[in-house]
C-alpha cells in the first residue's frame, strides 16, 4: 500500500499538529514497514528527520507556486501512484485526476465555531470553509475524539457513519526513562523547585492559566509553566506581579521534549483547566509520566484523563484551589491515582493507534 501525506505540519509545526503528524507517519512506518509512506510539501525542516531515515518514508518535492497545496498537491500524489492521500490537519486539496485515490482527512477540533471569540472573522470563515470542502470529499473522516466527532456531525452536518474516532497518542520521550544524569543536568538547567505544579500548553486565554494563578494566590505552592506566549502572557503577568508572585510562578522556554518529560515526571501534579480542547495530549504525556492530573469537566478531557484524574470546573479558580489543596497535602492519594491513570493511558499507546489507522486505511481500500 502506498499513502501519501500533507506533510505541511509534519515539517513546520512544533507542537499540536507536528506532533501528531510525525507520530502518526512514526508509528505506521514502524508497525507496517510493508507499505510506502511519502511526504509531501514544498520543502523539509529537520522535524521528522527520524521517520526520514527509516527506508520505506520518502520526502516527496511538490509543485511550486502559490496555493500549489490546494491545486497540485492532491495531482503530485497520484502521480506518485498513492492508494490513499490522507490530509492531517482538517484539510484536502481541491483538484484531483481522473486515476484513482481514496482520501482520509484527520479533524482535530472546531474550536472555531465552538469559541469564535479566539479567532479573527476572516480565520473563522476560511477555517470552516476548508474543513466542510474537506469534510464533503473526504471517504472517511478521523477525528480525534469522541467531543469531536459530535462537534463534526453538528456542525458540518456529516453522517455519523462517515467518521471513525481514533485518538492520538504521544511521543516516545514520555514513555521512557531518561537517564539520571540527564535527570539531574535538567533539574539544575531550568533551576526547577523541590516540589512544584505543573502546567504545559501555549498561554493563550482559552488555555486558562489565569484561572491557575488565581487558585495559587493565597496558597505557597510554585508553579512551573511550559508554553509559547501570546498576548494573554501580559493579563497573567500584570496579575503575579500585583500579587508579589514572582518567585513562585516559572516560566520556561526552549525546553527540548526529553527535557520535557524530565519536568513531567519531576512534579507533584500537572494542571489542565482548558475550556476547550480537541483531545488535550499534554494529559496523556502526563499519564505516562505517572503524574496526577487535574484538568476541566468540559469537552473531550475526561476522554484523555480517564476515571482517575481529577475534574475541576474551569472557571471556578475555587473549585480549582480546593483541588490543588487536596492533592498537594494527600501523597497517598497522589500516588494511588497515578498509578490508576498509567493503567488507563495504556489505550493510547502507540501500537494500538498503528492498528486502528491501518485497519481504517484497508476498510477504505
Request: hydrophobic share 40%; aromatic share 12%; net charge positive.
Amino acid at each position: 500500500m502506498k499513502i501519501a501525506f500533507d506533510a505541511k505540519r509534519f515539517f513546520h509545526n512544533t507542537s499540536g499538529l507536528g506532533n501528531y503528524s510525525r507520530d502518526l507517519v512514526r508509528i505506521l512506518a514502524k508497525y507496517f514497514p510493508e507499505n510506502e509512506y511519502i511526504l509531501l510539501n514544498k520543502n523539509k525542516s529537520e522535524r521528522g528527520a527520524d521517520s526520514l531515515e527509516k527506508s520505506n518514508v520518502h520526502f516527496v518535492e511538490t509543485s511550486k507556486g502559490k496555493m500549489s497545496r490546494q491545486f497540485k498537491m492532491g495531482r503530485d500524489a497520484q502521480k506518485q501512484n498513492a492508494d490513499i492521500f490522507h490530509g492531517l490537519s482538517g484539510e484536502l486539496p481541491l483538484k484531483w485526476d481522473k486515476k484513482p485515490i481514496k482520501k482520509i482527512v484527520t479533524i482535530h477540533d472546531l474550536i472555531f465555531v465552538r469559541y469564535p471569540q479566539y479567532y479573527s472573522f476572516f480565520d473563522r470563515k476560511i477555517h470552516f470553509w476548508k474543513f466542510k470542502k474537506a469534510a464533503n470529499s473526504a471517504d472517511r473522516i478521523i477525528a480525534i475524539s469522541e467531543q469531536t466527532k459530535r462537534d463534526i456531525i453538528e456542525f458540518l452536518k456529516v453522517p455519523e457513519t462517515k467518521i471513525e474516532v481514533i485518538y492520538q497518542g504521544c511521543h516516545q520521550a514520555f514513555k521512557e526513562q531518561q537517564q539520571e544524569e540527564f535527570i539531574t543536568l535538567t533539574k539544575e538547567k531550568f533551576n526547577l523547585p523541590e516540589r512544584f505544579i505543573l502546567n504545559v500548553g501555549t498561554i493563550e486565554e482559552r488555555k486558562n492559566l489565569f484561572n491557575i494563578v488565581k487558585a495559587l494566590k493565597d496558597i505557597d505552592i510554585p508553579l512551573v509553566v511550559v508554553g509559547k506566549k501570546t498576548k494573554y502572557f501580559k493579563k497573567i503577568l500584570s496579575f503575579i506581579q500585583r500579587n508579589k508572585m514572582e518567585k513562585r510562578v516559572h516560566f520556561l522556554e526552549g525546553v527540548s521534549m526529553d527535557e520535557l518529560a524530565v519536568i513531567y515526571k519531576s512534579a507533584d501534579i500537572f494542571i489542565y483547566p482548558s475550556f476547550f480542547e480537541g483531545f488535550g495530549i499534554p494529559v496523556i504525556e502526563a499519564l505516562f509520566s505517572k503524574t496526577i492530573v487535574i484538568t476541566s469537566n468540559t469537552s473531550c478531557l475526561p476522554e484523555a484523563g480517564g476515571p482517575d484524574s481529577v475534574y475541576v470546573a474551569p472557571e471556578n479558580y475555587l473549585d480549582i484551589q480546593s483541588k490543588i489543596k487536596f492533592l498537594w497535602n494527600n501523597e497517598a492519594e497522589r500516588k494511588r491515582r497515578a498509578d490508576k491513570g498509567f493503567q488507563f493511558v495504556q489505550k493510547f499507546n502507540d501500537e494500538v493507534i498503528a492498528n486502528e489507522l491501518m485497519n481504517l486505511y484497508q476498510k477504505v481500500l
